[in-house]
């Protein structure tokens, strides 16, 4: 087979700005340690997310130039529900500025004290909107999920005997919804299989819950399923989409990952009732019907990329170039989430640093590492993102310590991938000397974006 190469030729480029380690030193530091609070002028490979970052296609920009920005009625709205239904088969689609815009609508409504969320695991956001309506969000994942060193095919399904185990004990009446996160991001952009959707959704309609997709990957998911469940081999990519949502009453999008925009997202539902109770709350929070939140140009961007993200090309290549950095990292030793899932590579930072405990924070000891070597900006998904306290001030730390390098779509070559993975293996070779960190600052919800830190000088 020969190489498989990036189905596009590069139009616009935008340069980027080299440093030197010693200013990095100083950069880093002056950021408390925390990459989010670096100038992205600063950084030279960001692989912090693949969210708002891809690079737009010559047919968006050209959409752009066509959005309609009537306040009401535009046209570029009913472009982007044409776009939206043909995937989601879904009665309503309200657009919103970005995902938890929705997710905030749908739980402000759904939410509140003394219900609960199963997941197969919540991204932190989603956790955030439903513990802000003092709802409990639980994640279900299956045992394989929980680790790294663990190949199989679909690693982000949801445990179904105990979710029903869940159900019973919780009662369905306090269970507005049940989600499933496709792919799922926080364990590692592993997919889900039409299977486990399927035995989700029977669970669901035996108990009268409805089933929810947080639908951002939900493209490089069915792109997956294609790949590795038997009996989708020959079926298109948006057929097995479409079969996804088929299963679903809702869905929350991210427009910003599998939409290829660099903002937008919705919230697609069957309900009647519920949809013009989210509509209501749309108009007072986001805006009007058809822009919640969006000009009429980000809508038309959203409509040509649903159609591009499904392009079985595009898809092959994403898949690729995401597992071709896994790949050289598992030949090399380093340890990481397996197999690679489909937008991120996750280091595991347990087995990279075992000599610094989740309380000392290894991930973003990895992270910080890799920028001052490489310029490389990547974030940690561990104790500092999703660690708790208990009563006693001790860390409850989460199941695994990860550092995410998430690749922005359409937007590295296969040269810049090649120097990550050599930054990344000089600071594997020197990890006997990294330290771990402790946390100066820290805001009481979503601390990673602003918490500051520093090393521990042992
Ligand atoms: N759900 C999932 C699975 C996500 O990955 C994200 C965002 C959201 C919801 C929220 O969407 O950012 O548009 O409000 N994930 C980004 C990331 C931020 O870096 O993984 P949003």
Redesign the pocket.
């Known amino acids: 087979m020969k190489t498989i190469i990036e189905p596009f030729k590069i139009k616009s480029v935008e340069p980027i700005r080299f440093t030197t380690k010693e200013e990095r030193q100083q950069v880093i530091e002056k950021a408390g340690y925390n990459t989010f609070l670096l100038h992205a002028d600063d950084v030279l490979i960001d692989l912090?997310?693949?969210?708002?970052t891809s690079a737009m296609s010559s047919e968006q920009w050209a959409g752009i130039m066509r959005g309609d920005e009537s306040y009401a009625g535009s046209k570029s709205f009913y472009k982007f529900e044409e776009a939206v239904k043909k995937i989601t088969g879904m009665k309503h689609i309200i657009p919103t500025h970005?995902?938890?815009?929705?997710?905030k609508i749908l739980f402000f409504i759904v939410g509140g004290s003394g219900k609960y969320f199963p997941n197969n695991t919540h991204?932190?956001?989603?956790r955030a909107n439903i513990e802000f309506t003092n709802a409990e969000a639980v994640d279900i994942l299956i045992e394989e999920g929980k680790h790294p060193e663990v190949r199989a095919d679909f690693k982000g399904n949801m445990d179904v005997a105990q979710l029903k185990r869940f159900i019973n004990e919780k009662g369905n009446e306090n269970i507005p919804l049940c989600m499933l996160?496709v792919t799922?991001?926080?364990g590692g952009g592993q997919p889900v299989s039409m299977q486990n959707i399927k035995e989700v959704k029977e669970v669901c309609v035996k108990h009268g819950i409805p089933l929810f997709l947080?639908a951002?990957?939900f493209a490089e998911n069915a792109y997956f399923i294609k790949k590795r469940e038997k009996g989708y081999e020959n079926k298109s990519v948006l057929a097995i989409a479409q079969e996804i949502f088929s299963y679903a009453d809702g869905a929350?999008m991210?427009?910003?990952?599998d939409a290829l925009v660099n903002i937008?997202?919705f919230l697609a539902l069957n309900d009647d009732e519920l949809a013009m109770q989210c509509r209501n709350l749309l108009i007072v929070t986001e805006g009007f019907l058809t822009y919640g939140g969006l000009a009429g140009r980000d809508l038309e961007a959203v409509a040509q990329g649903l159609e591009e993200v499904l392009d079985e090309h595009y898809l092959q290549y994403r898949i690729r170039s995401v597992e071709y950095l896994g790949e050289k990292l598992i030949l090399a030793g380093v340890p990481i989430i397996e197999p690679p899932g489909g937008?991120a590579i996750y280091i595991d930072a347990k087995r990279f640093l075992p000599h610094v405990p989740p309380e000392e924070f290894p991930g973003q000891s990895i992270v910080c590492e890799l920028y001052i070597e490489g310029g490389i900006r990547a974030?940690e998904i561990g104790s500092v993102m999703f660690g708790k306290y208990d009563k006693e001030g001790k860390l409850i730390p989460p199941p695994m310590e990860l550092v995410?390098l998430?690749i922005p779509r359409r937007v590295y070559t296969q040269s810049h991938i090649d120097y990550v993975i050599e930054v990344i293996l000089e600071v594997f070779q020197n990890k006997d000397r990294l330290r771990g960190y402790k946390i100066i600052y820290e805001a009481p919800m979503l601390r990673h974006f602003t918490a500051l830190f520093e090393p521990i000088r042992k």
């Open positions: 912090l997310t693949d969210s708002g970005q995902g938890r815009a929705a997710e991204f932190d956001t989603t996160t799922n991001n926080s947080d951002c990957r929350t991210s427009a910003k990952k937008g997202g937008h974030v995410r998430a």
